[in-house]
């Protein structure tokens, strides 16, 4: 027969067994699909969420030719799309950007400027932030500023019902308001720059970056604006750096559909200065899951040719040649891997669109690209899992060219000895292995080196297997009568049992390398996290008329809150006021508002001028001021405040009260330390860009000091305070303060009941945190993963254990001939599953510990402070690892209990 008749033949029998095997076939569909429909799953979902410029044009440049922002007062330079940008030139001092004709380069764009240079038609699109009254609530939203009605607007907002706005009165809401419970019809009351209007809400529409609300284009203050620019002609690669020496960000449609148009010495450099990651971890995590893949795939190949033993035999005996034997098994994995494959890519890709339908409903704020399903990615998987089911069968399949056919006929098993070389070798690679995936993970090596090495180690692992099944059975002799017979048995059948213990083994691997390198990677960020206040308080910003009103809200919503007030020195409040309601944080505007002449007070060092001292002198010379031109300020507060923050001892307490200063000191730095400090009191002048000019000192004043060093976990916040005084303090030296902040606490900590009663009635202008400690969802999400890759350890042990119970019906029979009870049978059983499960469990735990701790280096190192510590760190969650090695097995072995049933099998006598 030829090759091809006889690759024909097999692969009929291969599907006409599949058929007629249908529940052993569903089986090995579970070991060889479920991986692939995991990864399908995932890979629609993180290649929707994972959206590239290109799939965010339209709702990015809607049907325009190009959006346009101001970015900086200096020359840029871009990458293609405009995600990357930086300062022109990357090293050295950045050049100040060209002055557009008619526009000055720090005053804020505007729509005929940029035309001038343009040319087309340009059209703003705006962002404001403000706030909406729902009835005794008054959440913040943001507003997106688009005229829907304009073509250039089409795909950044799309109508669902009602009509787009005609005038600024007039709103549409979006899925992200109303999850905030924005009503979709009636009037609503919008507080924007501490101005309430009334407007009426018209329609219902999408918003691409979660915004609440869309409105025409606003051009007051706190509107963050950019341009979008509507002409026929595409802007071009020399366009695009024509606008970065205005100091402008271009996202280009021509662009991001042609990036390799783009060129330039510099862009390489921009590239790899943003580019960041290990490809060594992820090329790692891909390794673990092809290899989980294939493993998985083992039990059943090894187990279907076990029970095709006796039509094996048969094929020999009619004159079957022993490639015609290897090629029936492999054509068995290429019917059932293509079956399985397909069935995996069919329902993976569904569940992975409810699970973007699911997260998009439960956070309509987060940004998604369109859709996105990979047909050749699909393809792929398929072509993955049936060369997956041929590479776990090539064993099986080679192992059944050899068989004895006397032996088979007569039912005859026999276990085959363990090569001494093979577990030597298998050492040698394993360790070989290891040291070279954690040097080529610790050094950022290649990573083809990192996946060579990630494979060699499973496969060095793999080697040892049967002679560490071998051993078992010379280790059962003191176990009880059920797990020695369970032990013994797959002791016996170790070519059968070793597929399954390596499918264990290898889940139990990457689950272990991916909880190590995630508790790590947590308790590094956790060892180098700073809080912004003390835990459990938090504080408020804004200016002091809003100030007053958080004060009345903390009192009314939250009653157990308490506030106290940090100040300035200085005289002026309306100045303040006038400041907040002409800036805001988020506005893209580069108009500086210059200081007024105020009263402040400046430390003078020794040796030094007060006017050296106010911001304007050398380093040495800068103590804490007022001015807010140096590094550290003169704060007023309570002595609690500033207990909490910086841990002052009792008697540093009672000084403060009784008048003096607290002098914070950086132990890094070396300061004087003395009893003494003088201030300098008096008025200072600012130019228009807000340097002081001028410090006309009116009085000197000595005061009694007491110093305490910032440590490594001081919050945040204090590392901005040089000098505190009490209220009563700055009362006695007759100077004038303005509120600056509020420090709001709990005596028994703020809640997240009392944040949220208080932060959604704020009023505008102002901010709340509350300092809860760092918080991570690492530790949930490790978790999940243990749970789903616990499960799926189990459902292989489950089915190597069923597979095995079909292949061992001749030895239960045998033992219920010689009397052994249905009870005993079933502890056989399940003490068979514990001990698959537990040695796989435990050959992955030692496995998937060197690619775990290889992990450590890049993850918790790529973020040290040396404020805070040094070093890698390793955190190992041996209580959720014991749980998956030590739980499972139980776990298997009582499900595997249950399932046997009562009733003996038939014993076949067979008389030669």
């Not at 609440?212 to 007051?220: C, I, M, Q, T, Y």
């Not at 459902?795 to 190597?800: A, E, G, K, N």
Request: hydrophobic share 45%; with cysteine; glycine share 10%.
């Amino acid at each position: 027969m030829s090759w091809w008749g006889s690759w024909r033949l097999m692969l009929r029998l291969a599907h006409r067994d599949a058929r007629r095997q249908w529940g052993r076939s569903l089986l090995v569909a579970l070991l060889v699909g479920l991986p692939v429909m995991v990864v399908a799953a995932g890979g629609t979902l993180l290649f929707t969420r994972d959206a590239t410029q290109r799939e965010l044009l339209s709702s990015t440049v809607g049907s325009s030719q190009a959006r346009v922002k101001q970015a900086t007062t200096y020359r840029t330079i871009q990458n293609a799309d405009g995600s990357i940008e930086a300062p022109f030139p990357l090293t050295g001092t950045p050049q100040r950007a060209i002055a557009i004709p008619g526009a000055a380069v720090d005053k804020p764009l505007t729509p005929a400027a940029l035309q001038s240079v343009t040319g087309g038609h340009v059209v703003p699109i705006t962002r404001t932030d403000a706030r909406v009254t729902l009835g005794e609530r008054r959440p913040s939203v943001t507003i997106l500023g688009a005229d829907g009605r304009a073509t250039a607007y089409h795909g950044i907002t799309a109508l669902k019902s009602g009509r787009w706005p005609t005038g600024p009165n007039e709103v549409v809401v979006t899925p992200a308001g109303r999850r905030l419970g924005i009503p979709t019809s009636g009037t609503l009351t919008l507080s924007v720059n501490g101005v309430s209007e009334q407007v009426r809400v018209v329609g219902q529409a999408t918003s691409p970056r979660g915004q609440a609300l869309v409105a025409l284009p606003r051009s007051e203050a706190m509107v963050s604006t950019e341009y979008l620019l509507d002409r026929r002609t595409p802007v071009t690669w020399a366009e695009v750096q024509h606008l970065n020496a205005y100091g402008l960000v271009v996202i280009s449609r021509h662009m991001v559909l042609h990036p390799g148009t783009a060129t330039g010495p510099e862009l390489a450099e921009l590239q790899k200065m943003n580019g960041g990651g290990n490809n060594s971890l992820v090329t790692l995590v891909l390794t673990g899951l092809v290899v989980l893949t294939v493993l998985m795939a083992g039990p059943a190949f090894t187990a279907t040719a076990q029970r095709q033993r006796h039509a094996l035999g048969q094929v020999g005996s009619n004159g079957g040649t022993a490639a015609m034997l290897r090629r029936y098994v492999l054509a068995r994995a290429i019917v059932l891997g293509a079956l399985s494959a397909t069935l995996g890519v069919l329902i993976g890709a569904p569940l992975g669109i409810l699970a973007v339908k699911i997260v998009q409903r439960w956070r309509p704020d987060s940004v998604w690209g369109p859709l996105d399903l990979r047909w050749s990615y699909g393809l792929g998987l398929i072509l993955v899992g049936v060369l997956t089911s041929l590479v776990s069968a090539m064993i099986p399949a080679v192992a059944a060219s050899r068989i004895s056919l006397i032996q088979v006929l007569r039912g005859q098993v026999s276990a085959r000895r363990a090569r001494a070389g093979w577990p030597v070798l298998g050492l040698v690679i394993a360790v070989v292995a290891s040291i070279v995936l954690i040097a080529s993970i610790k050094g950022g090596g290649s990573e083809i080196r990192a996946a060579a090495a990630g494979f060699a180690l499973f496969a060095g692992a793999v080697m040892c297997l049967p002679w560490l099944l071998s051993m078992l059975g010379h280790l059962a002799g003191r176990l009880p009568i059920a797990t020695r017979l369970a032990t013994r048995d797959v002791s016996r059948q170790r070519g059968r049992a070793a597929s399954g213990v390596a499918a264990i083994m290898a889940s139990v691997a990457v689950m272990t390398a991916l909880a190590i390198s995630g508790t790590s990677d947590d308790s590094q960020e956790r060892r180098d996290y700073i809080p912004i206040t003390p835990i459990g308080e938090g504080y408020a910003s804004g200016p002091p008329s809003a100030l007053r009103e958080i004060q009345q809200i903390a009192h009314v919503r939250a009653p157990s809150v308490r506030t106290d007030v940090i100040s300035d020195i200085g005289d002026d409040a309306a100045e303040r006021e006038k400041s907040f309601a002409q800036s805001n944080e988020s506005a893209s505007t580069l108009t500086i508002i210059a200081p007024q002449a105020r009263l402040a007070m400046a430390q003078v060092q020794p040796g030094c001028t007060p006017r050296q001292s106010v911001g304007n002198g050398s380093p040495s010379c800068r103590g804490a001021s007022s001015t807010g031109m140096t590094e550290r300020s003169i704060s007023v507060m309570p002595a609690r405040v500033a207990d909490s923050y910086l841990g002052l001892s009792s008697e540093q307490i009672r000084e403060l009260d009784d008048g003096a200063v607290l002098a914070v000191h950086d132990p890094r730095t070396s300061q004087p330390y003395p009893a003494k400090m003088t201030f300098a009191i008096g008025r200072t002048a600012f130019d228009t860009v807000g340097d002081v000019t001028s410090f006309t000192v009116t009085r000197q004043v000595q005061m009694p000091a007491i110093h305490v060093n910032a440590t490594a976990r001081t919050p945040n916040l204090a590392l901005g305070w040089g000098v505190i005084m009490t209220p009563a303090t700055a009362a006695r030296l007759k100077v004038p303060t303005t509120a600056s902040s509020l420090a709001v606490w709990a005596p028994g900590g703020v809640t997240s009941a009392d944040e949220a009663a208080m932060a959604d009635r704020l009023p505008d202008h102002s901010n709340l945190s509350i300092e809860h400690g760092y918080t991570s969802e690492t530790t949930k999400v490790i978790r999940i993963m243990l749970i789903c890759l616990g499960l799926i350890t189990l459902l292989v042990t489950l089915i190597s254990t069923a597979l095995t119970q079909a292949e061992s019906k001749p030895d239960q029979a045998t033992l219920s001939a010689i009397g052994a009870s249905s009870r005993l049978r079933r502890r056989v059983a399940g003490a068979q599953a514990g001990v698959i499960a537990l040695v796989g469990g435990l050959v992955g735990l030692v496995e998937g510990t060197v690619p775990g701790v290889a992990a450590t280096y890049p993850l918790t190192e790529s973020h040290l402070s040396d404020s805070v510590g040094a070093g890698s760190v390793l955190k190992i969650p041996w209580l959720e690892l014991a749980g998956v090695v030590v739980g499972v097995p139980l776990l298997a072995a009582v499900l595997a209990t249950l399932a046997v049933r009562s009733r003996p099998p038939s014993l076949t006598r067979r008389i030669d």
